[in-house]
């Protein structure tokens, strides 16, 4: 196959099915797109909203192909196609991933037939490289993770550093790090450390091995983020990369921004920043633990123990809407001694929006990739609460590293959590308190800023990822090139 001088470069993603893959998956799918590449994502019909939204909002125009989701096969309920649908359990959420790897023969028929120049595959298709190989048709990887997390990933699967400590709350060092990052054994999951092949080890390995066969890896950060690790990551590990973000900076307009993620508002975006707009700046705590995340109710009752005790405004975004509606879980008059002070709000809100709206102060995080990005490319300084997934080590990034943020005192890694691991409304108190009047607030305010203007010029023309996106296009068209 080669590239005529009338064609277009086709490149088609393929994300997997969850919020935090897709949505940076599409911003990513515009960048190419407004450089003249012929752009295709797959989906499927439950999640095919979120990018038909996506090209109403005078995006470039992004082709959109639907694959059938096999739940049924797999015991899931009909119509689950998205791994919020399925966080109700680890058994549940295996079932998931087993379900999207059945999406193999889909692909096979789809690139059989459309012949695209190049696949950008997620990160939890490793047999996607296969199937492209099997057309000639090279493969790249989009990683929803830092370069810092990925490295942290690497040295722990390689080196095993967790065995050399007697218990799980004794800290261990990275090896060969440029910077001394310490972990336990709690904050990272359980069946990685296990001698025998768990599920999750051997998806981490197949991960691995599809890195070093693909042609390379999309990284959606910033060089200036990270440099130390950009560079561990490329001649350290010796991996192809190219980082192209903060890829939500595609979103311009204030229509972008409300409409980014495909969601319906459960309150509508002008009145929620209405309601900022009330507000004196960095006065306002934003609480959201991203898509995934599932909170028992002791655990809320704590942050709303803490919040009604502290002084500041905030906004505290649930997964679930019922939840929110329903007061019963909520200490008892929580709502009426907090009106005027808080908006709790129920399901999907324009985070980018409220992120970068003067009155919001800090950030209560889960520190998953995608929000931590938006919060530094915002200004944002964070209060780091990481749950599972490379949470933890984005809270060492954040807080070790960029020193934008304070920990709530998470401990455990844990996707369902119980009542052992409930962190209790004082601590919560205390981080928020620390990251809005302590005796670091300010200097950590002007860390965030100084990233924001970082991340902003990487973006521009001549900028770092500006740069590396050209790199990454003008290779792309010189492998074609008769």
């Known amino acids: 196959m080669s590239l005529k001088p009338k064609d277009k470069l086709h490149i088609v993603f393929f994300p997997f099915m969850a919020h935090g ?15 003249g590449i012929k752009a295709t994502i797959i989906t499927t019909p439950r999640n095919f909203p979120i990018f038909a939204r996506a090209n109403e909002t005078g995006h470039p125009s992004i082709e959109i192909e639907v694959f059938r989701f096999p739940s049924l096969e797999n015991g899931l309920p009909e119509g689950c196609e998205n791994l919020g649908q399925a966080m109700k359990s680890i058994e549940m959420a295996e079932k998931f991933i087993k379900s999207a790897a059945m999406l193999r023969q889909q692909l096979e028929q789809y690139l059989e037939k459309s012949r695209p120049h190049f696949l950008v595959a997620d990160m939890f298709f490793p047999w996607a490289t296969e199937c492209a190989a099997k057309f000639n048709i090279p493969r790249l990887i989009f990683h929803g993770i830092s370069f810092f997390a990925h490295c942290t990933k690497d040295m722990i699967m390689v080196y095993q550093p967790y065995k050399h400590v007697s218990s799980d709350e004794d800290p261990f060092v990275i090896p060969y790090f440029p910077n001394e990052i310490t972990l336990t054994r709690s904050q990272i999951p359980e069946d990685l450390m296990k001698h025998e092949q768990s599920e999750l080890k051997k998806r981490h ?11 390379g890896v999309i990284v959606n950060s910033f060089y200036e983020l990270e440099p130390d690790y950009v560079d561990f990551f490329k001649k350290k590990l010796g991996r192809r990369a190219w980082h192209i973000g903060p890829v939500s900076s595609c979103n311009k307009s204030l229509k972008d921004k409300a409409q980014r993620g495909g969601g319906e508002a459960s309150m509508n975006e002008h009145e929620c920043l209405k309601w900022l707009n009330l507000r004196k700046p960095n006065s306002v705590i934003y609480i959201c633990f991203g898509s995934l995340a599932n909170f028992i109710v002791p655990q809320l009752q704590e942050i709303a123990k803490a919040l009604e005790a502290l002084e500041y405004d905030f906004i505290w975004v649930l997964r679930d809407d019922r939840i929110a ?16 002070k808080g908006l709790l709000i129920g399901g999907w809100v324009p985070q980018v929006l409220i992120l970068e709206h003067e009155a919001t102060g800090a950030f209560v995080t889960h520190c998953g990739w995608n929000s931590t990005l938006e919060a530094i490319s915002a200004g944002i300084p964070m209060v780091t609460w990481p749950l599972f997934a490379e949470q933890f080590y984005n809270e060492k990034l954040v807080n070790h590293i960029l020193k934008i943020g304070t920990p709530v005192g998470a401990k455990k890694w844990k996707a369902v959590h119980s009542i052992e691991d409930v962190v209790e409304h004082n601590d919560i108190e205390k981080a928020i308190k620390n990251i809005m009047e302590g005796d670091e607030t300010q200097a950590m305010r002007n860390r965030a800023k100084n990233l924001k203007e970082m991340a902003r010029k990487a ?21 074609y090139t008769p």
């Open 21 to 35: 893959h897709m949505i940076p998956m599409l911003d990513t799918a515009t960048l190419f797109a407004a450089r």
């Open 205 to 215: 390995e197949k991960i691995q091995e599809s890195e070093l066969q693909c042609y």
């Open 325 to 340: 509606k329903n007061e019963e879980w909520l200490p008892l008059g929580f709502k009426k001694r907090t009106q005027g």
């Open 459 to 479: 973006m521009e023309e001549d900028g770092s990822s500006y740069r590396d996106l050209c790199s990454l296009i003008n290779e792309l068209r010189d492998h």
